[in-house]
């Protein structure tokens, strides 16, 4: 429609979402199939992971750029300390964010609390999940919370993050992390070393995630606060003149790669 009216299309490819397991052969066939359409009819198309490039169309990859997600639109609370020997998870509860993993890899640690905030009641593998962990004194399983002071709360004071997504791109909450001084250990696979790269540590198993934990805990090593790439790269100024950069440049025909 774009082509018939004038106007330029811009489309963010956003992940890859044709790789989720809860999707059906069918579905993933389709979703697939429509992110190579939206590809293919683009005057431009923009991706949040530098993993993402090689899944792009290759009719897509001239006219592509990497735009990150943001990540500075968090707060920062005043008073709140870091509770030693605690680790925090935000996620939607799905098989792919290796929840089963992080949850087995904490409890063989000596860390003493975990908390998951996500959609315990979204799928019968979330319930799952729920019943078998439940009344372990060491998991708080919250649902799901959109308020930004209780968020900040509950990241401002957990001494480590753990970050089990598999599928990319870019996860937010991964992303919003890096703006908090914790510890995070981010599951291994190239979506998230493209996005924490070296602030965060990465594990592959449950015993990776454990021996991680325990060297941690048994030694207080501190990361540091977010890196200098993590102040500009994601923060919403620095997005948003990348996006006025490249509509100015479509509007005036120019051809960007």
């Not at 899944?55 to 005043?78: E, I, N, Q, W």
Request: with cysteine; aromatic share 10%.
């Amino acid at each position: 429609m774009c082509n018939f009216n004038g106007k330029k299309l811009i489309v963010n490819v956003d992940g890859i979402e044709w790789r989720r397991g809860k999707h059906s052969r069918l579905q993933r066939w389709f979703l697939r199939l429509s992110g190579i359409t939206a590809q293919r009819f683009a005057h431009h198309v923009i991706y949040d992971n530098a993993a993402l490039a090689p899944f792009l169309s290759p009719c897509t990859r001239h006219k592509s750029s990497l735009v990150a997600y943001p990540g500075d639109h968090v707060l920062r609370l005043p008073g709140i300390d870091v509770q030693l020997g605690t680790a925090l998870t935000i996620c939607r509860i799905e098989p792919e964010n290796n929840l089963e993993m992080l949850i087995e890899g904490f409890l063989a640690s000596p860390m003493n609390c975990y908390t998951i905030v996500g959609n315990w009641k979204h799928s019968a593998y979330a319930n799952q999940l729920h019943q078998k962990y439940k009344n372990n004194p060491r998991i708080v399983m919250l649902d799901s919370t959109y308020e930004s002071q209780k968020l900040a709360s509950l990241r401002q004071s957990c001494q480590i993050y753990l970050h089990g997504h598999s599928v990319g791109g870019t996860n937010p909450s991964l992303v919003e992390m890096l703006f908090y001084d914790c510890h995070i250990l981010c599951f291994d696979v190239a979506f998230n070393r493209a996005t924490a790269e070296d602030r965060a540590l990465y594990f592959s198993s449950a015993s990776q995630l454990t021996e991680a934990l325990e060297n941690i805990f048994n030694s207080d090593q501190h990361l540091g606060s977010s890196l200098p790439q993590s102040e500009s790269k994601y923060t919403a100024y620095t997005i948003a003149k990348k996006y006025v950069q490249i509509c100015a440049r479509l509007v005036k025909g120019e051809r960007l790669q």
